[in-house]
């Protein structure tokens, strides 16, 4: 038998995160003498390996300086996280639609651009941990839109291509769905626009959370 997986992103599509993103990367530019991005630009970069959101967020810096910045990043979200500063709460709706999928047949997984620490940190604070069979992170795969993450929670969740659907906020989560031959499933309460992530290759793009039980069941 052949599961059908519903494989979802975290930031901006479980759960919002922005607040926390932007005043880490502000912290870890500033530490470093460099001027903090915009968080408009901060925000079009969730969803990337960590090294890379960097690089794009400063495109002049040498490898030295990326992995610097890279670090602190890193340093300063694990000290915001002890001191208990972390505030990434759940979209409304997301623990209403999973329950809602996996009544209907799915199995369901993520995969994100965040650590596995991170995720797991999410994943504990809204008691999710056993909900789903297959967690990707950035830690062991190449940046989206590379379509390993999907690859292997594929091969974890006993799923194939044609039973599996990604569901994210951004382009490069169409991007890597489109690489995987999955379905791309956009939502828009997230950081890209519906525009771009019908662009990116997403055959829909939800409304709300409760849409995605239409969606992935038609």
């Known amino acids: 038998m052949t599961n059908k997986l519903a494989l979802f992103d975290c930031d901006g599509t479980m759960v919002d995160s922005q607040a926390n993103i932007c005043a880490s990367m502000d912290q870890a530019f500033t530490k470093h003498g460099l001027v903090p991005p915009d968080h408009h630009l901060v925000r079009r970069i969730v969803g990337l390996s960590l090294t890379e959101a960097v690089a794009q967020l400063h495109p002049e810096g040498d490898h030295e300086i990326v992995a610097a910045v890279t670090q602190s990043y890193k340093d300063g979200f694990v000290e915001l996280r002890q001191a208990g500063g972390l505030h990434?709460?759940?979209?409304?709706?997301?623990?209403?639609?999973?329950?809602?999928?996996?009544?209907?047949?799915?199995?369901?997984?993520?995969?994100?651009?965040?650590?596995?620490?991170?995720?797991?940190?999410?994943?504990?604070?809204?008691?999710?941990?056993?909900?789903?069979?297959?967690?990707?992170?950035?830690?062991?795969?190449?940046?989206?839109?590379?379509?390993?993450?999907?690859?292997?929670?594929?091969?974890?969740?006993?799923?194939?291509?044609?039973?599996?659907?990604?569901i994210g906020d951004t382009s490069f989560d169409m991007e890597m769905a489109v690489n995987?031959?999955?379905?791309?499933?956009?939502?828009?309460?997230?950081?890209?626009?519906?525009?771009?992530?019908?662009?990116?290759?997403?055959?829909?793009?939800?409304?709300?959370?409760?849409?995605?039980?239409?969606?992935?069941?038609?």
């Open 180 to 218: 995987a031959r999955v379905r791309a499933v956009g939502v828009d309460w997230g950081y890209h626009d519906e525009h771009e992530l019908i662009s990116a290759g997403a055959e829909v793009v939800a409304a709300t959370m409760s849409d995605l039980n239409g969606i992935l069941n038609r």
């Open 88 to 166: 990434e709460p759940l979209y409304d709706g997301l623990l209403e639609i999973l329950e809602t999928l996996e009544a209907s047949g799915w199995v369901l997984g993520v995969a994100t651009g965040k650590s596995d620490r991170g995720l797991r940190h999410v994943l504990e604070t809204h008691g999710l941990s056993d909900r789903f069979v297959t967690l990707q992170t950035a830690d062991r795969h190449p940046s989206k839109p590379h379509p390993a993450m999907v690859e292997l929670a594929i091969l974890e969740a006993g799923a194939a291509p044609e039973t599996t659907a990604m």
